[in-house]
Every structure is written in C-alpha cells, then in structure tokens.
C-alpha cells in the first residue's frame, strides 16, 4: 500500500553511509573503517565518525568534516578493538553540530551500544515525544538517539540484543539501514521496504556490512550478498545469523541510488550502478534524439548517462566541463548561498572542446534548476552555439521523506512548472526528460520494487501530517 499526498510541506531527512566489521583475524579495525568511510565520502560530508569495541568499552571520535579532516593516524591508533562501525553524515534531520555526528553512543543499565543510522524515520516526531513524556533527556535532533533510547528500554528486558532489535522494528517507520555495535556482537538491518542499501562482505574470516560494495572493494574484501529488506543480520564469534522479520510489505529501494546516491562502481542488487546510468542515457537517446555535434555529461553522476547517449545516438561524447576535484557535491550543500558558490568553483568550461558546438547536455536530475542554470550559463559563456538538456530521471516533483535533501514541493521547479517553463528558467534550447518507464526498465534485471514518489506521489509508507495541510488518500495504483 501507497499513500498519496493531496498537499505536502514536508521536509525531508538524511542521507548518509555506514560501515562496519567483526574481526576474527586481529585486524586493525579502525583503519579498515577510516578506509570504508573514505570510499563512502560522497554519501555525506558534513561529519564522521567511528566507534570501536574492544570487549569491555566502546570507544569513539567524531567531528564535523570529512573524513581525513576528522581522523588521523594518531587519533585511529587510540581507537582499537575488535568491532568497530563508521558514519558518514549528510543532515537535513538535526542541525549541522557536532553532536548531531555519529556513531551515537549510549550507556545503559548493562553497558553501552553504539548506532550508525543511514534513512529517515517518518514517525521519529512520535516517537520522541513518547519517550518524553516517560522522562528521556534528549541531547540531541537526530533519529538515531529515538532509536538508541528505544533499544535501551527494549533491551533491559532480560532478552538477547537480536530480539530487541526485532521487537523495535515494529515500531519504526519510514527508511533505516542500521548498524547496531554493543560489546561482543555487530547487528545490521535494513527496514522491511528496503529503501536504503546494506551489503555483507567477508575480509579473512571476518565480516563487514557496508552502504555500499565501492567500500567493500576499497578494503579489499569479498562481497558475499545484500542484506535483504526486513532481514536482521547478526555477526559474532559464532559467525553470522539471519532474522527475518514478520512484517511483510512491498520492496520499495529509493530508485535515487541508481540515479545519484551510490558510486558507479557500486553493484546493488546483482546490477551496477553504471550500467544502469549508461542504460537510462541510451533510453534517453532513443525518447529524445536531437541534432548536435556533442554529447556532454555534468561531472559526475551525469557522465555515465551521456556516455550511453553517445553510444545509441552516434554523437561523440567529449569532456566539456572540467570538475575541481576538491569541491563536494553541490546537491548535498545544506545551504543554498553555499551550493550556487559551489558550482562556480566546481565546474569550469573547456573552451576549445565547446566552442562553436551545438552541445547535448546530459544530467541525472534537476531538481531547484539552480544549479544548472548556472552551468549551461558557463558553457554559454565559453561560446556554445545551442544547448540541449537532457534529464537521466523524470521530473522531480513532489520531497522525499525517506532520504534526500530536497525541498518542500513548491519549490522544487518540477511541481510548479512544465518543461517549456523550465526550459526558459535554465537557459537551455531544448529540455527532455527520461520517462518514468524508461527509469524503471533501466533497473528492471534488480527484480526488485522501488520507491518514485518524488516523481509520482505514491509514497510506499504514510507519512506524517503537517497541520492541516495536508491530507491521506490511497495511491490510485495500489
């Protein structure tokens, strides 16, 4: 079941990654995870963070940045242990502060556990008022201290720290890949539509779960499986253990991570996120062919889809824009003042390759038109001849609540404006966007279900209300 919003003021939440290992070969612990949060970086920039267990205390650092700003040599050689999870923050939930930065660490009546969370709660609001009124201090914004303080009441029941993590599931909404660290055990779970991801992978005999197989690749280990919507995996020294959870609903993956989110060199459910984004790009070409002498991709996550374009309609593609590679992502900038300074540092023309040309230009999304506009003003300016745009997705309409930093609906340029208004708002020629159809065949070898609300307004799990703005109605389609 979906739920579609007659009218939405919603805002929504985090995006970011997690990573984590239960070492049996007296690896270096905090090393691996430095090392897995590097390959994780464009996942969130705001702050890092890594907790380790050695058996009788969690110990942590984290701080605002990235992560070789947070953590040097020195600091990791403090942090030894034998478990040991990683965080990656991109906020929109919480403010910016260092105490909104993970892993949260929380001690209880039997010790302490540690939490990385990547997703957004939908009742997280609910959820804190409850524990507040029964007396919980709070001493921070974010979802993940509602679930650390939920974990501690169910874990104090004299039950195993697995069937806490189960019973909890039941009260969650909305999307979480969660890892759970206490002193002996690492605990991960995905919620049961599956909207983040979560992959096992195995270095020696050891275990690691990370948002994404680039980090697997990047430590050197073997990628074993994703963890599966609704599943609780378990590592200890016996090994690994499944639990399945008992609430059954649809798989609905955020198809975001195939367009923007995730690395191209990331494998999702058996499919790589290139192959996927060159697929979209030769779709693309197919729906919406143009004139042109040059294909050109918006460094990074549109050069894969102007690469397919290339291939399927025969125009060269050629490096257009030269990216400063130390800069950040401008989509996940919380300010907007701080991402249109972004792209006028980030992005440069190639004057000698875009002169004179009639240029296709390809990118994933569009989602303020802000930053667009300002780069086909740059390939104006280096002496373009025509620009026409070409979109990987379909128009984005409508927030996430699940993930992705995107503003509430009226001013997303999509919801307010067809595509010949914001042709005219960009400054390009021509716009075209990929049809929801041709997105979701791109992905259609994962088998899976996935999550397009931010095109179509089916939201696979109700979201809250805001006053009276806004109302429930079943998804036609559901």
Known sequence: MCYDLGVIEGKPHDECGVFGIFDVNNYDVSSITYYGLYALQHRGQESAGIAVSNGGAIIYHKDMGLVNEVFNSHMLEHLKGSIAIG?????????????????????????????????????????RTELEKQGTLFQTSIDSEVIANMLAREFILDRPIEKSIEELSNKLKGSYALLVMTNDKLIGMRDPHGFRPLSIAKLGDSYILASETCAIDAIGAEFVRDVQPGEIVVLDKEGITSIQISVKVNQSMCVFEYIYFARPDSIMNGLSVYESRKMAGRTLA???????????????????????????????????????????????????????????????????????????????????????????????????????????????????????????????????????EIREIIGSDSLAYLSKEGLLETVKQTGCGFCTACFDKCYPVEVPEEGDKMKFEKCARC
């Open 87 to 127: 965080h990656v923050r991109y906020s929109t939930t919480g403010a910016s502060l260092r105490e909104n930065a993970q892993p949260m660490v929380a001690r209880y009546m039997k010790g302490q556990l540690a939490i990385a969370h990547n997703g957004n709660l939908v009742n997280a609001g609910e959820l």
């Open 286 to 420: 197919m729906e919406s062919p143009v004139d042109a002498d040059l294909v050109v991709g918006v460094p990074d996550s549109g050069l894969s889809a102007a690469i397919g374009y290339s291939e399927q309609s025969g125009i060269p593609f050629d490096q257009g824009l030269m990216k400063n590679r130390y800069t950040g992502r401008t989509f996940i900038q919380p300010e907007q003042a701080k991402r249109e300074i972004g792209v006028r540092i980030k992005l440069n023309a190639m004057k000698s390759v875009i002169e004179g040309k009639k240029i296709i230009l390809v990118e994933d999304s569009i989602v303020r038109g802000t930053t667009i506009r300002w780069i086909i003003n740059i390939l104006k300016q280096a002496g373009a001849k025509e620009i026409h745009m070409r979109v990987g997705s379909p128009p984005y309409k409508y927030p996430c609540h699940f993930g992705i930093d995107v503003p509430s609906s009226k001013q997303l340029v999509a919801s307010t404006k067809e595509v010949e």
